[in-house]
């Protein structure tokens, strides 16, 4: 392809941008994961992530797409046949669903409209249904990225504590992580699985599981076959900074960097860009007239928002047109959202101009594309963001 001009937008909700910083760190000279110096930067690494993860627990790195995270999480603790509870909130918990399946576990979906979280009440009467406590694990996909919604994981805590029920709770946060308020400890998680390529900043290609002391007791009678997820192997080489076999080495280069700019910039002002971006988004899509497909606002996603098309109007049409006249990837409808919603990642490495560009770029797409909108939209999140910085500017000085 030609060259375009300018830096490609690519505002899908993960990969994310990755930012120059962890470009250049990965861009240096691979050295041996046996030596000293791999060692070191290890140790930093492994002891970084307590921070992201807010945990004094280990945090186990993967070689792997988020996948793997998923399958290390259920093999590591479950046995065959054991009943997980897993809800049905969008494309991403349904994958992990299938794999629970493919698995020898015997899943019991609950349902959704995939417009809404996890609800705490339905996992609570769930759960004290379940008086022989058959249910081994309940999983909740934190931030479901096909429909811009985030379910409520200190509440779901509370539910399963109410139940009095013991099962294992095991979170995905691949597209929370280091962008939406996440705390393994304080939610009492007990494993919590996560990915390189979104929140973290990096490329695909490393995953996590942070573990609970209960799941690592789980996991010393679990009897699903694992060998290359097997925690206790890699926990007990990392605590010298090594791996059981070859880690990904330049990938930690990049992440021992992005683990740094997180701390710099500080986790709270993290969360707290992530929600300014989210809620401009919102005003935009609606001074466009459009709906947000999230229909609950205290579960609205802080890293992506989806947007549902008026009806008689394709989502990948216009995001063709997006892509091809703008440059900028927008993230397509998935699974049975498919040609009904775009998505609008905004996270990672992205500040107030990154968010005005990208939605410059769809209000005069929706136009191109002939898609039936108000005008307004950026100019709607524009004022948001310049009444936020006005009331940070005085704190800023004091
Ligand atoms: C919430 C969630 N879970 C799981 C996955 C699967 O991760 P991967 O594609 O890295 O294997 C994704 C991917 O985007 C995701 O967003």
Redesign the pocket.
């Known amino acids: 392809m030609a060259y375009r001009s300018g830096r490609h937008f690519l505002q899908i909700?993960?990969p994310t941008n990755v930012p120059d910083r962890v470009l250049r760190a990965i861009d240096n000279a691979t050295i041996d994961h046996r030596g000293p110096e791999f060692g070191k930067m290890s140790l930093e690494i492994l002891d970084g992530l307590k921070a992201v993860f807010q945990t004094k627990r280990p945090v186990v790195i993967y070689p792997?797409?988020?996948?793997?995270?998923?399958e290390a999480a259920l093999v590591n603790t479950l046995s065959p046949g054991d009943r997980v509870l897993m809800f049905e909130t969008?494309h991403?918990?349904s994958?992990?669903q299938k794999m629970a399946a493919k698995l020898g576990l015997s899943v019991e979906i609950v349902p959704t409209d995939w417009r809404r979280g996890v609800d705490p009440a339905a996992v609570e009467a769930k759960l004290k249904e379940d008086a022989q406590h058959r249910i081994k694990a309940v999983c909740v996909?934190?931030?479901?990225?096909?429909t811009g919604v985030t379910s409520r994981i200190a509440a779901i805590r509370r539910a399963i504590d109410s139940a009095k029920h013991p099962a294992l709770y095991m979170v995905?946060?691949?597209?929370?992580l280091a962008s939406i308020d996440y705390r393994h400890d304080e939610w009492g998680v007990d494993v919590t699985?996560a990915?390189?390529?979104?929140g973290l900043m990096l490329p695909?290609g490393l995953?996590f599981n942070c573990v609970s002391e209960k799941a690592v007791e789980a996991s010393r009678s679990a009897k699903l076959p694992r060998s290359y997820w097997s925690w206790e192997e890699m926990i007990a080489n990392n605590r010298t900074g090594y791996f059981p076999y070859t880690p990904a080495t330049n990938l930690l280069y990049g992440l021992h960097e992005a683990l740094k700019m997180l701390a710099e910039e500080g986790l709270p002002n993290v969360f707290a860009r992530h929600a300014r971006h989210a809620e401009a988004t919102r005003r935009a899509v609606r001074a466009w007239g459009l709906e947000i497909l999230c229909a609950v606002p205290e579960e609205y996603s802080n890293t992506l928002t989806a947007v549902t098309m008026p009806a008689g109007h394709d989502a990948d049409a216009l995001r063709k047109t997006i892509l091809e006249t703008y440059d900028m990837s927008l993230g397509t409808g998935l699974g049975r959202l498919a040609g009904k919603v775009f998505r609008i990642g905004h996270l990672g490495d992205f500040n107030d101009l990154t968010l005005a560009g990208s939605l410059a770029g769809i209000e005069m797409g929706l136009a191109l594309a002939n898609v039936p909108h108000k005008k307004g939209g950026v100019l709607a999140a524009l004022d948001y963001l310049s009444e936020c910085a006005k009331q940070a500017a005085p704190r800023k000085a004091a």
Do not use: M, R, Y
């Open positions: 909700p993960g792997a797409s988020g996948t793997g995270a998923w969008g991403f918990a994958l992990w996909v934190h931030n479901e990225t096909s995905d946060t691949i597209s929370s699985v990915g390189s390529q979104k695909p995953s």
